[in-house]
């Protein structure tokens, strides 16, 4: 078996994997490099924390350079563009998510409206959010037959592009001193929702967040600080924790690196970034340690904040170092 082949196998036994039992539990949650910038879409509760329209978009290639036979892509691949805002009339605010996660042959597209009542408590503000979205799931059988041992299984003859969409809730808790630190518990997919079919039954499984984050000032000299953070992720099968620390310099150009427990394969990634004015640009590189044939995993973000005047009663617990 070559290199190609190998590949595909790969991604066919994992696809195939998926239909192996009567329902189909979908893949864990996206998750990025990138986690404390990411805080809007697996905690509903966060929204309206910042001190204007915030607008975040990832995008991570992971594995680049793993194809099938024929050239296609099949390593997993993950987009994601969320935006929220602080709407004083609702006492809070509102945000959306849009995601795509896209693993061998198997494709999941999400959307999601947040809303968070947000109230001053002690040194800080707590936020309390809902969420409420879709999520659709798609698996390519064609794809499939192209790499199968045996292509007259039953389970893939005559099948082209199976398809389920399902409702997804969640809530969260989001409470932050500003310019010191941050901690937030969330649960997305709550209702678990499955929709069986005639071919695809599609279920989800769901998802328990707990994040933190502070900010060391350098008291001799504050134009530095390292910013640490952490993330775990549990759906009770499986628990990752992703711990990351940042170093930055005027809150303008940073460095660091983020490392994932559950991650065999490829567990430690490099950060940089920049701000320029209201914009932040990051870039994370996940080293490869696999023989796969990977060059390793890219990851872009891109954070644009449109500042708007708050009345003066809640403008001191804004903070825009968190995206």
Same mark, same amino acid.
């Given at each position: *078996?070559?290199?190609?082949?190998?590949?595909?196998?790969?991604?066919?036994?994992?696809?195939?994997?998926?239909?192996?039992?009567?329902?189909? &539990?979908?893949?864990?949650?996206?998750?990025?490099?990138?986690? +404390?910038?990411?805080?809007?879409?697996?905690?509903?509760?966060?929204?309206?924390?910042?001190?204007? &329209?915030?607008? $975040?978009?990832?995008?991570?290639?992971?594995?680049?350079?793993?194809?099938?036979?024929?050239?296609?892509? &099949?390593?997993?691949? $993950?987009?994601?563009?969320? !935006?929220?805002?602080? !709407?004083?009339?609702?006492?809070?605010?509102?945000?959306?998510?849009?995601?795509? #996660?896209?693993?061998?042959? %198997? =494709?999941?597209?999400?959307?999601?409206?947040?809303?968070?009542?947000?109230? #001053?408590? @002690? *040194?800080?503000?707590?936020?309390?959010?809902?969420?409420?979205?879709?999520?659709?799931?798609?698996?390519?059988?064609?794809?499939?037959?192209?790499?199968?041992?045996?292509?007259?299984?039953?389970?893939?003859?005559?099948?082209?592009?199976?398809?389920? +969409?399902?409702?997804?809730?969640?809530?969260?808790? /989001?409470?932050?001193?500003?310019?010191?630190?941050?901690? @937030?518990?969330?649960?997305?997919?709550?209702?678990?929702?499955?929709?069986?079919?005639?071919?695809?039954?599609?279920?989800?499984?769901?998802?328990?967040?707990?994040?933190?984050?502070?900010?060391?000032?350098?008291? =001799?000299?504050?134009? %530095?600080?390292?910013?640490?953070?952490?993330?775990?992720?549990? #759906?009770? $099968?499986?628990?990752?924790?992703?711990?990351?620390?940042?170093?930055?310099?005027?809150?303008?150009? %940073?460095?660091?690196?983020?490392?994932?427990?559950?991650?065999?394969?490829?567990?430690?990634?490099?950060?940089?970034?920049?701000?320029?004015?209201?914009?932040?640009?990051?870039?994370?590189? $996940?080293?490869?340690?696999?023989?796969?044939?990977?060059? @390793?995993? /890219?990851?872009? *973000?891109?954070?644009?904040?449109?500042?708007?005047? +708050?009345?003066?009663?809640?403008?001191?617990?804004?903070?825009?170092?968190?995206?």
């Amino acid at each position: *078996m070559n290199l190609s082949q190998f590949k595909i196998y790969i991604a066919s036994v994992f696809t195939l994997s998926l239909l192996a039992s009567s329902a189909v &539990i979908a893949q864990q949650e996206a998750q990025y490099a990138h986690n +404390m910038f990411h805080n809007a879409a697996i905690n509903p509760a966060f929204v309206g924390s910042l001190n204007g &329209i915030c607008a $975040t978009g990832l995008a991570r290639q992971q594995w680049v350079g793993f194809k099938d036979q024929n050239g296609d892509k &099949i390593a997993p691949e $993950t987009y994601s563009i969320s !935006i929220n805002s602080p !709407i004083s009339v609702l006492h809070g605010g509102i945000g959306g998510t849009v995601y795509s #996660d896209k693993l061998g042959f %198997w =494709n999941e597209i999400g959307v999601s409206l947040s809303y968070a009542y947000r109230v #001053d408590v @002690g *040194m800080g503000n707590l936020g309390i959010g809902v969420q409420f979205g879709f999520i659709n799931g798609k698996i390519d059988f064609t794809k499939l037959i192209e790499g199968a041992l045996d292509k007259g299984d039953p389970l893939l003859d005559g099948k082209a592009q199976e398809s389920d +969409m399902l409702l997804n809730f969640g809530f969260g808790l /989001h409470y932050f001193i500003p310019n010191k630190f941050y901690v @937030g518990l969330s649960s997305t997919r709550l209702s678990e929702s499955s929709s069986p079919g005639d071919i695809l039954a599609y279920k989800t499984k769901r998802h328990y967040y707990f994040s933190a984050g502070y900010i060391f000032t350098f008291q =001799n000299n504050p134009s %530095w600080e390292i910013d640490p953070s952490i993330l775990v992720k549990s #759906d009770i $099968t499986k628990t990752q924790i992703d711990i990351a620390a940042l170093v930055k310099y005027n809150n303008k150009v %940073w460095a660091g690196v983020s490392y994932s427990t559950i991650r065999v394969v490829d567990p430690l990634s490099i950060l940089v970034g920049l701000s320029i004015k209201d914009i932040k640009i990051g870039y994370a590189y $996940t080293i490869p340690s696999s023989n796969l044939g990977s060059s @390793g995993s /890219h990851e872009v *973000m891109v954070g644009y904040c449109f500042k708007i005047d +708050m009345d003066k009663g809640r403008r001191s617990y804004k903070n825009t170092r968190f995206l």
